[in-house]
């Protein structure tokens, strides 16, 4: 029922991973939409999904894993009020964090030599 993974990376590959991802309506406003999910190896892979339910569920077997999921890759519903929960990675990304921490940091200096400089 559970094997580790191989250090080789051609043994790696040929591992079934069963995949399986959620959708999810928030509001009460039904629209079809494209979903397109990514996957270790580069395939992009788009599904239809028609809005009806509140839920759907898609589910893969295949030999890499689903990396992210995006609810309209293409943006072309113009009605959508929030798109940041449009989409979901599995690995965070860190860049942006350090990205404000930078800022923040470049700011307290500036203010604290424009500080220094007025005394």
Do not use: C
């Not at 519903?77 to 449009?86: A, P, R, Y």
């Amino acid at each position: 029922w559970w094997v580790p993974e191989p250090k080789d990376k051609h043994a790696r590959e040929q591992i079934p991973y069963l995949s399986t991802v959620y959708l999810r309506r928030k509001g009460d406003f039904v629209l079809p939409v494209t979903v397109e999910v990514v996957f270790e190896d580069g395939t992009r892979l788009r599904e239809y999904w028609d809005g009806i339910d509140r839920w759907k569920k898609f589910s893969y077997v295949r030999n890499s894993k689903v990396i992210s999921a995006e609810i309209d890759p293409g943006h072309s519903v113009l009605l959508d009020v929030d798109l940041f929960n449009n989409s979901y990675t599995e690995e965070s990304n860190g860049i942006p964090a350090r990205k404000l921490t930078n800022i923040w940091t470049a700011m307290q200096q500036f203010i604290a030599q424009l500080a220094s400089w007025i005394v």
